[in-house]
């Protein structure tokens, strides 16, 4: 970390115990504390730093901002974006019609509101977007544009280098929001360690922003061993900051709508790439065209893949073969600004697109709020139900089809109204919250214990993580079942997640460096218990493609609603809103 700051920072050596080496405490005071320096992280740091060079902004990365989150590899294209005459009363028809109706539409509106803004803000950053020769945007398909995207997250991250307000806390893993209950109960700051287990970190903050990504590794993916990790949401997305908010007690929404993605397989890369830049259609293996059979809808594409080859039509491809040379070309060249393995894929083995059709599959399930509806429930300034608390980007819930513009545009909307906010909140004191921040810490030094742990036992972090995706894939509608699952599987599900999460509270590691993964994996098994009480909840089949509820499969309109839960005393407390609730 950084050794000077515009945060105030107070440090000591906790006590010494029975482990190798002490570790370090440190508390910091800022005045806005940004949970994940992702797309969201980063440009609302920026929006606060440029608005109010004198408010302190502290962002907190697991990673290395220059290289993090969903943007780490690169983009080749800017997938929300309001083409000639389009208004952003057209992209939330758009929206609206491909989440199956489950928006916010006052969410959905102020963000595609933003999309202008945010995107020419990068360009000026030094975002190579493409133009035709008249000098628009390059467009890709309805709501997209073509860029030159390798670069896009290091251009953030230099541009949050510019302001001297702005402290970035690098390889920091933040675990748990510190409330206060002098008066209202809000949102005061957060505790977490270093990445190598070295240091315990808490943070005093008047308003904290969760920004921090959705969730992956919750089921069984699609590659084992030690490929597992070839997904396609990033595998260092754990949830962390949708279960900070359920155990503070945050109200949660649309954590049913999953997000399955249609990918290559093997490769798991992007398929929009083929299906918009050169037209490709959807083939079953006997060279049927049956995309229009399911619907164009996100979840209808998906849907349609998974039930030809259960109807034994399958493998399901993209049409490719035919293509031109140059088409060719430049599916190569997209590749590289984003998924590298598709383009060494078709070189290596020679089955180059022009020549064979792209085979195609569904991904395991995730929990994201970038592209369906899943994360915290918000108001139109993205304030959560907690006071102090605010979540942007994937992990605010409500509005679906946010890519990097929305997300970009909902760091900017939290950030502004943070600012508008700060005036009613108050610095919590130091007193008022050391017995919190003593007791997390004590958590952390517990659970190193050199030579106990990590052995391969039956209760190791990895042995446990699996159990998790295997009980989510089997009973909570993961591959395996088609994305199917039913009342009894998912009771089941719930009750061995609650089994493997009461075995997760009881890990020690033996080495520091390993022991944010306990946390991710609490994280997670948190984000399990959530979804399953969500999928409980929804009783009919809204999006085939990402789950089908085998009891209740069809769509029923009284369900023409949020499903919403808030975790108390330990339970969740499951309750409906109506869709233009705010």
């Known amino acids: 970390m950084p050794s000077t700051s515009p945060c105030a920072q107070r440090v000591s050596s906790c006590e010494e ?60 294209a800017l997938n929300a974006w309001l083409g000639d005459g389009q208004t952003p009363q057209d992209y939330l028809s758009f929206v609206r019609r491909d989440a199956e109706q489950i928006i916010r539409e006052d969410l959905v509106l102020t963000m595609a509101e933003g999309f202008h803004d945010a995107v020419t803000d990068l360009e000026k950053m030094g975002l190579v977007i493409q133009k035709n020769p008249d000098g628009s945007y390059a467009g890709r398909g309805r709501h ?54 070295s240091a315990a970190v808490a943070v005093s903050a008047r308003a904290v922003l969760i920004a921090t990504g959705g969730a992956a590794g919750l089921y069984r993916p699609n590659n084992p061993g030690f490929s597992r990790h070839k997904m396609w949401y990033p595998p260092f997305n754990t949830g962390a900051g949708y279960a900070m908010g ?3 007690g945050a109200e949660m929404t649309s954590f049913e709508m999953r997000f399955v993605a249609q990918r290559c397989k093997d490769t798991i890369a992007p398929t929009g790439t083929i299906a918009l830049g050169v037209g490709a259609r959807e083939i079953n293996a006997l060279g049927e065209i049956f995309e229009e059979e399911y619907g164009l809808t996100t979840s209808g594409r998906a849907h349609g893949v998974t039930s030809e080859n259960r109807r034994g039509r399958g493998p399901c491809f993209l049409r490719t073969k035919g293509i031109s040379p140059q088409q060719e070309e430049d599916l190569l060249r997209a590749y590289l600004n984003m998924a590298p393995s598709q383009t060494l894929h078709w070189i290596e083995s020679g089955e180059m697109p ?58 900017k909307i939290a950030a502004l109204t943070i600012l508008d906010d700060l005036a009613d909140l108050p610095q919590a004191q130091w007193d008022s919250i050391d017995g919190q921040v003593e007791a997390f810490f004590a958590d952390y030094e517990s659970r190193v214990r050199p030579g106990s742990a990590g052995e391969g036992g ?77 999928l409980q909840a929804r009783r009919e089949t809204r999006w085939p493609g990402f789950g089908i509820h085998t009891d209740y499969p069809a769509r029923d309109d009284q369900y023409d609603l949020f499903i919403n839960s808030v975790l108390l005393d330990d339970e969740i407390r499951m309750f409906f809103r109506p869709l233009h609730a705010v």
């Open 354 to 411: 022009s020549v064979c059709n792209v085979e195609v599959e569904g991904t395991e399930p995730y929990i994201v709020g970038g592209h369906t509806g899943s994360g915290f429930w918000v108001d139109k300034g993205r304030r959560t139900t907690l006071r102090g608390l605010y979540a942007a980007g994937d992990a605010a819930g409500g509005a679906p089809k946010k890519f990097v513009p929305g997300a970009l545009a909902e760091g």
């Open 458 to 534: 039956a209760n190791d972090v990895f042995a446990l993580e699996e159990a998790m995706q295997k009980v989510m894939d089997e009973y909570a509608g993961g591959i395996r079942t088609g994305y199917q699952y039913s009342t009894f599987r998912l009771e089941i599900a719930r009750d061995r997640i609650l089994q493997l999460k009461s075995l997760a509270e009881e890990l020690t590691v033996s080495d520091a460096e390993d022991l944010y993964r306990i946390y991710e994996l609490l994280d997670r098994l948190d984000v399990c218990r959530t979804l399953i009480a969500h």
């Open 144 to 197: 997209n544009i073509k860029i030159n995207g390798e670069n896009i997250k290091p251009l953030l991250a230099k541009e949050v280098g510019r302001y001297s307000n702005i402290t970035v806390l690098n390889h920091v893993i933040l675990t748990d929001l510190l409330v206060t209950e002098a008066g209202t109960k809000r949102i005061c700051g957060a505790v977490g360690l270093s990445a190598d287990g």
């Open 17 to 76: 115990k029975d482990i190798e080496k002490e570790m370090e405490k440190k508390e910091l005071t800022t005045d806005i504390l940004i949970i994940g320096g992702g797309t969201a992280g980063c440009y609302a740091a920026v929006t606060a730093a440029r608005r109010s060079p004198k408010t302190r902004i502290l962002v907190a990365e697991k990673a290395n901002i220059q290289r993090s989150g969903c943007l780490a590899a690169g983009v080749n």
């Open 246 to 248: 359920i155990r503070a």
